[in-house]
């Protein structure tokens, strides 16, 4: 039997891979581009965390939330304004959301290395802690076979949110810290 961390990710290999691809012209330029990169997912971090909220209780993303504001600062930049998403119908729909906010954590991972010691990287350096993916997985577990559309659905949403943050005009001021 599959379990469900399997059927997610067979289910979003599409919206994953085109949410990766959303993300490429950041990425290509980095570190360049770091500062577009946050304003980005500070468009939807949040959104996504407020809708699983409704109907889940998952600290891990506020204090993701609160080390990306912070890397924000560090720049002098304002977080953007984010994007709606509608607030999870489901405990299991809740559950995938919180499924990709956790694999951007664990992304996260790779990417630190290609950002100099300098600059702000608390958000990053949160993939570093693998206890809320565990957490995550053990919950997924626990949904009910009839229940795992939803979480499917609320994946989808998420990875959604985070392709339609890329749509937008980044601060393009040179982004340097000084010592």
């Known amino acids: 039997m599959q379990n469900l961390k399997a059927k997610l990710r067979a289910a979003t290999a ?25 304003q980005a997912h500070a468009r939807a971090f949040p959104a996504i965390g407020c809708a699983l909220s ?27 304004p984010t994007l709606t998403v509608t607030a999870a119908a489901s405990r299991a729909e809740a559950l995938g959301m919180a499924y990709v906010l956790e694999g951007s954590r664990l992304g996260s991972t790779l990417l630190l290395a290609r950002i ?5 990287r608390a958000y990053l350096r949160g993939g570093n802690d693998r206890a809320p993916w565990r957490q995550l997985l053990a919950l997924l577990e626990t949904i009910d076979p009839q229940d795992e ?28 810290l000084t010592p």
């Open 14 to 38: 599409d919206d994953h891979r085109r949410t990766e691809a959303s993300f490429a012209a950041f990425l290509v330029a980095l570190p360049d581009s770091y500062g577009g990169f946050l």
């Open 54 to 80: 409704a109907a889940i209780d998952w600290p891990a993303w506020r204090a993701r939330w609160r080390d990306l504001e912070s890397d924000l600062a560090a720049f002098d930049l304002d977080p953007p």
């Open 149 to 176: 559309a939803g979480a499917i659905a609320g994946a989808g949403k998420a990875f959604r949110a985070f392709r339609a943050a890329t749509a937008f005009e980044p601060c393009t001021r040179a982004l340097e």
């Open 116 to 120: 100099p010691a300098g600059m702000p």
